[in-house]
């Protein structure tokens, strides 16, 4: 099968990779020439004017939101998934989205939107409550997200965040206490598929310490489909979705305790490392899971091949900072104890391949350079495997966590105990 990965900034270039390992003839567009480095020697890239023409594919496969009506005229002539205007308006407009979630019957902790810090700061003055900052807008940078510890440390945020980051629009949301766990489905217009739970550990340094990178490594496991976790949460939006058209991936972000699972956001995309720990338990392989939930078809079994799936982030100066110039993301570090072949295990991004070697180093990009991909029959066994398999990576400046199995572990050992993953 033809498929053609449209990307702007290279994040699935390893799904790329991964659907040409399984036979098909896959090329990718990225539209930031900067980021067309991932997996360069490894993935075929193709001019950016390649993606205006998906009649030339069987499947167009969006590796993240942002590129809404792109996607959506790639429908109108293949089929195609990874984004689309809804998907666009569910991640990038939290208003829409927390507002969608209520209609669906969700619980959602009280939230008031601002466009003037100063109303915010009376708002956190008078009710002196903890609150969660969650910049709105489009491509908004989801770094400046922050859950504070108490009302007067959002005062002490706010004073550093309006200094130093242009942030327009933005909700205000009362801090609920629990464990935090994302559930996900694909979903089309014959039912849901490929249902499954992610436990991911955001911070960047060990006892959650140090500023949100989105994952600093995850757990992930193909829940039955009926559990109490996803009856309480994100099967309530399935309906009104496919009402809407939606087909593509959806994950519900929660948290949960003792009053219940409260939503806090979708993320209707792939989601990195949460979809490469997919890959690694479907059935079947990922094009032809994507093209039958793409073209509206319903997949075959989908029995995991594997208990857990886990991740650790490995990474290198100046990762997690971003936006700093060029001069400051170091290409060409060589990357030892790790080569294609064994890519299908070890997500990668800020890899390409040493000229006309098989050597690895990397591209430049971030510093994040990629995850382990670990099964094992307990969480604990597939920790212990993913770390093995950092031990025999060696990179100069290596960093990544070492408390990822604990942290993640304990939750979701929670959640099961709360009797919500029966």
Not at 19 to 46: F, I, N, P, W
Not at 66 to 81: F, L, Q, S, Y
Not at 285 to 314: K, M, N, W, Y
Not at 359 to 386: K, N, R
């Amino acid at each position: 099968m033809r498929i053609s990965l449209a990307s702007q900034f290279g994040e699935g270039a390893w799904l790329a990779w991964l659907m040409s390992q399984e036979g098909h003839d896959v090329s990718a567009v990225v539209s930031e020439e900067r980021y067309a480095e991932a997996l360069k020697g490894m993935v075929t890239m193709m001019p950016g004017s390649e993606k205006y023409y998906p009649e030339r594919y069987e499947c167009v496969v969006f590796d993240a939101t942002g590129m809404g009506e792109d996607a959506d005229e790639a429908r109108e002539k293949v089929p195609t998934i990874g984004d689309s205007s809804l998907a666009d308006q569910l991640e990038e407009d939290r208003i829409f989205g927390l507002e969608f979630m209520q209609q669906c019957g969700l619980k959602v902790s009280p939230w008031e939107a601002f466009d003037n810090p100063a109303d915010a700061i009376r708002l956190i003055k008078k009710t002196k409550k903890r609150y969660c900052f969650k910049p709105v807008g489009e491509q908004s940078d989801k770094s400046t997200t922050y859950v504070s510890c108490n009302a007067e440390d959002m005062l002490r945020y706010f004073d550093v965040l309006f200094r130093t980051a242009k942030v327009k629009d933005f909700i205000l949301q009362e801090y609920v206490a629990g464990v935090e766990v994302s559930t996900e489905v694909y979903l089309n217009s014959t039912g849901f598929y490929a249902l499954n739970g992610t436990v991911e550990t955001k911070k960047f340094l060990n006892n959650e310490l140090g500023p949100n990178t989105g994952c600093s490594g995850s757990l992930c496991w193909m829940m039955p489909r009926e559990n109490a976790l996803f009856q309480k949460g994100l099967k309530k939006c399935l309906g009104p979705l496919q009402e809407m058209g939606y087909v593509g991936p959806i994950d519900l972000n929660t948290i949960c305790n003792a009053e219940g699972v409260w939503a806090l956001e979708f993320t209707p995309r792939f989601g990195y490392d949460a979809t490469a720990l997919l890959t690694r338990m479907l059935p079947i392989g990922f094009g032809d899971f994507l093209f039958a939930i793409a073209s509206e078809q319903i997949p075959p079994d989908l029995t995991s091949r594997h208990p857990f799936c886990a991740s650790v982030r490995l990474s290198i100066p100046p990762y997690p900072t971003d936006n700093l110039p060029d001069k400051f993301y170091r290409s060409g570090v060589p990357i030892e104890g790790l080569t294609e072949k064994d890519l299908d295990k070890f997500y990668v991004y800020d890899v390409r391949k040493r000229g006309e070697s098989d050597e690895l180093e990397t591209a430049g990009l971030c510093g994040w350079i990629g995850s382990p991909l670990a099964t094992g029959e307990t969480p604990g066994a597939a920790f212990d495997d993913a770390y093995e398999m950092l031990k025999h990576v060696r990179v100069p400046n290596g960093q990544y966590r070492t408390d990822v199995c604990e942290a993640a572990c304990k939750r979701y050992w929670v959640l099961r105990e709360q009797g919500l993953l029966k």
